[in-house]
């Protein structure tokens, strides 16, 4: 997926190389889930409960069961290298969540703070994992056709954190791919998939992964990345600017473009205004004015707003 978006950028700025440059930024991205300094005792609970699974094979259970413990290990894991965070190690049987994606009522969280004090509780509400299909057709030089199913295997955990008061302060659903088999398909026959009972292991690697990237949602993100822009025609200010990453002048020069009665020109500012903000570390001005771009049929948004989604 990442080396399509690259390519679709390449592609677009090539088809407007006459018009367009490209930034690189090297920058930190503030924290998706701001918390305050006092806010640093940390419990975690696992709420996943496996009866709530439409399924009922033992081995396959089993498998859903280990993969949302690794994925309540792997934060807690995260949370211990973290020496802004003091982990409090309370209980989770009490608080299994009677219905999908339940979230806990703020009576349930000042009763795991009366047992066990906390600033932050952070909890895994729900585990999935399941398997991605897709077959390849292939022709050899005699004309015979051939066809594989090549699966992938994804984990999903949904998170939350809350307060000592009970408010929720994020929800976020992290999920971690990975290849996993192929088998031929005979007959023109789908093929007949893996099963997941069998897959265990490589389903408790990638939980693992959900949970410990969870805890990176509480501090800044360095990040590093290439933007296409518009620098020419009329834009040649705006873009010396960003060049030289004077990113105050560039929006000053570029907001009265962005309000121009030209279409494209308002529709080409508004798109690099919201590169300027993503370089900036402000995502909310970046998607606002992504969006602006895309309501006027900007080419380049409608790649940058789903980059921008991933913060």
């Given at each position: 997926m990442k080396k399509a978006?690259?390519?679709l950028y390449v592609v677009l700025a090539a088809v407007q190389v006459s018009c367009t440059s490209v930034l690189f930024v090297d920058t930190t991205m503030p924290a998706a889930v701001p918390v305050a300094q006092e806010q640093w005792k940390v419990a975690v609970i696992n709420r996943n409960n496996p009866q709530l699974q439409e399924f009922n094979q033992a081995k396959k259970t089993a498998v859903f069961e280990a993969g949302a413990n690794h994925a309540f290990l792997g934060a807690i894991d995260a949370i211990l290298e973290d020496?802004?965070?003091?982990?409090?190690?309370?209980?989770?049987?009490?608080?299994?969540?009677?219905?999908?994606?339940?979230?806990?009522?703020p009576e349930q969280v000042q009763d795991v703070y009366f047992r066990q004090?906390?600033?932050?509780?952070l909890a895994l509400e729900h585990f999935d994992t399941y398997f991605h299909q897709e077959t390849v057709r292939e022709q050899d030089e005699d004309g015979d056709v051939s066809k594989t199913a090549y699966y992938t295997l994804a984990v999903a955990s949904t998170w939350?954190?809350?307060?000592s008061t009970g408010q929720q302060l994020d929800r976020f659903i992290l999920i971690q791919?990975?290849?996993?088999?192929?088998?031929g398909v005979i007959s023109g026959l789908l093929a007949i998939g893996p099963a997941m009972a069998n897959a265990g292991p490589a389903v408790n690697d990638l939980a693992w992964h959900t949970g410990n990237r969870y805890w990176?949602?509480?501090?800044?993100?360095?990040?590093?990345?290439?933007?296409?822009?518009?620098?020419?025609?009329?834009?040649?200010?705006?873009?010396?600017?960003?060049?030289?990453?004077?990113?105050?002048?560039?929006?000053s020069l570029l907001e009265p473009?962005?309000?121009?009665?030209?279409r494209k020109e308002a529709a080409r500012a508004?798109?690099?205004?919201?590169?300027?903000?993503?370089?900036m570390g402000n995502v909310e001005q970046a998607r606002h004015w992504a969006s602006e771009a895309r309501a006027r049929k900007e080419k380049f948004s409608l790649v940058l707003l789903p980059e921008l989604g991933k913060y």
């Open positions: 978006i690259r390519l020496d802004t965070y003091d982990l409090v190690f309370t209980d989770s049987l009490n608080y299994r969540t009677p219905v999908m994606n339940g979230k806990l009522s004090p906390h600033h932050l509780l939350a954190l809350y307060d791919e990975a290849p996993y088999q192929s088998r990176s949602r509480l501090s800044p993100q360095p990040v590093a990345f290439a933007r296409p822009y518009y620098s020419a025609k009329g834009f040649g200010a705006a873009a010396g600017a960003m060049a030289v990453q004077d990113w105050q002048k560039a929006i473009l962005a309000e121009s009665s030209n508004a798109y690099n205004l919201a590169v300027v903000y993503e370089a």
